[in-house]
């Protein structure tokens, strides 16, 4: 089949290449998926996991994408819950081979059924940014109707959904970031937005979710009223709220969450911000030009 290999962690983007590789092996308990499209985060090439497995030995050659959505083709033994020819999407393990790929062997906990009205594009944008949206919260930030909730980045991947997530559960929303970003935001559902470049951020709210870090992470911490939550998807605060909670997570995957936003999506309750849609051969330059260019950036594999 075909893949994007990397070979070395030294070569950066430059080292991704379009090449026959051998069918993945379905483990216990793993589908194989048939990729029709597939998501990556720009940075993961920098990830110590993707270079090595669980056990710490090195895994090079690797292929990357963490995101997948298409349809099985292959149950491993004691495999349950999934048929042969269904549609799903979800989140590889971060440690074994993603899905840039045309096939991909992913744990069948970490994918979930995707409706039929819902596209394989819209789909590979979701699993990295649609479950840390849900996370920092819900899981993480216990998000309860009529608070308010301060979003970070809230035209990014992460903040974009976590705008149209947060408004559909009764709370106020402010989103921060660019100036070019204020009508996305609001168009998203934010009830306010600030410039982070020419606008100061102030007031107190019960939930801060930070995607930007730095700065920006340090001094949200004072803007957390009393029982209130900082969790940030940066670093871990240096900063901590006087009298709330401050949390740093990473996302893990959750089918049952997973089922939340494709349900969303295809009531047409929640919408991914799709970018570049480009072929796998494109993966490399899909790679250099992510962080200029907005919204989700998408592989098709045909």
């Given at each position: 089949m075909k893949a994007i290999r990397a070979h070395s962690p030294q070569a950066g983007v430059d080292g991704l290449v379009l090449e026959d590789v051998p069918y993945p092996h379905a483990a216990e308990n793993d589908v194989i998926v048939k990729v029709h499209a597939a998501g990556f985060t720009p940075g993961e090439l920098g990830w110590p996991g993707t270079w090595a497995d669980r056990a710490g030995r090195d895994r090079a050659p690797?292929?990357?994408?963490?995101?997948?959505?298409?349809?099985?083709?292959?149950?491993?033994?004691?495999?349950?819950?999934?048929?042969?020819?269904?549609?799903?999407?979800?989140?590889?393990?971060?440690?074994?081979?993603?899905?840039?790929?045309?096939?991909?062997a992913v744990e069948a906990r970490n994918l979930a059924p995707l409706p039929a009205s819902v596209d394989h594009v819209r789909a590979a944008a979701l699993p990295v940014a649609g479950l840390t949206a849900w996370q920092a919260l819900f899981v993480h930030g216990r998000l309860e109707i009529g608070q308010t909730v301060l979003i970070h980045g809230a035209a990014g991947g992460v903040g974009s959904l976590a705008v149209q997530l947060a408004r559909e559960a009764g709370a106020r929303?402010?989103?921060?970031?660019?100036?070019?970003?204020?009508?996305?935001?609001?168009?998203?559902?934010?009830?306010?937005?600030?410039?982070?470049?020419?606008?100061?951020?102030?007031?107190?709210?019960?939930?801060?979710?930070?995607?930007?870090?730095?700065?920006?992470?340090?001094?949200?911490?004072?803007?957390?009223?009393?029982?209130?939550t900082l969790v940030t998807i940066s670093a871990p605060p240096k900063?901590?709220?006087?009298?709330?909670?401050?949390?740093?997570?990473?996302?893990?995957?959750?089918?049952?969450?997973?089922?939340?936003?494709?349900?969303?999506?295809?009531?047409?309750?929640?919408?991914?911000?799709?970018?570049?849609?480009?072929?796998?051969?494109?993966?490399?330059?899909?790679?250099?030009?992510?962080?200029?260019?907005?919204?989700?950036?998408?592989i098709r594999v045909p």
């Amino acid at each position: 089949m075909k893949a994007i290999r990397a070979h070395s962690p030294q070569a950066g983007v430059d080292g991704l290449v379009l090449e026959d590789v051998p069918y993945p092996h379905a483990a216990e308990n793993d589908v194989i998926v048939k990729v029709h499209a597939a998501g990556f985060t720009p940075g993961e090439l920098g990830w110590p996991g993707t270079w090595a497995d669980r056990a710490g030995r090195d895994r090079a050659p690797v292929i990357p994408g963490h995101e997948v959505s298409g349809e099985v083709a292959g149950l491993g033994l004691g495999t349950t819950g999934l048929t042969f020819g269904q549609r799903v999407f979800g989140l590889t393990d971060w440690t074994r081979d993603g899905a840039l790929a045309e096939y991909v062997a992913v744990e069948a906990r970490n994918l979930a059924p995707l409706p039929a009205s819902v596209d394989h594009v819209r789909a590979a944008a979701l699993p990295v940014a649609g479950l840390t949206a849900w996370q920092a919260l819900f899981v993480h930030g216990r998000l309860e109707i009529g608070q308010t909730v301060l979003i970070h980045g809230a035209a990014g991947g992460v903040g974009s959904l976590a705008v149209q997530l947060a408004r559909e559960a009764g709370a106020r929303v402010i989103g921060t970031g660019r100036a070019g970003d204020r009508d996305l935001a609001l168009r998203l559902g934010a009830d306010a937005f600030v410039d982070l470049a020419g606008e100061p951020f102030g007031g107190e709210v019960d939930l801060v979710l930070d995607a930007i870090g730095g700065d920006v992470l340090d001094r949200s911490a004072a803007l957390v009223r009393a029982g209130g939550t900082l969790v940030t998807i940066s670093a871990p605060p240096k900063v901590l709220p006087e009298n709330g909670r401050a949390v740093f997570f990473v996302v893990e995957p959750d089918r049952g969450q997973l089922a939340e936003l494709a349900q969303r999506v295809r009531d047409g309750r929640l919408e991914p911000v799709i970018g570049q849609v480009r072929p796998l051969a494109e993966t490399r330059e899909a790679f250099r030009t992510k962080t200029r260019s907005p919204g989700k950036t998408v592989i098709r594999v045909p």
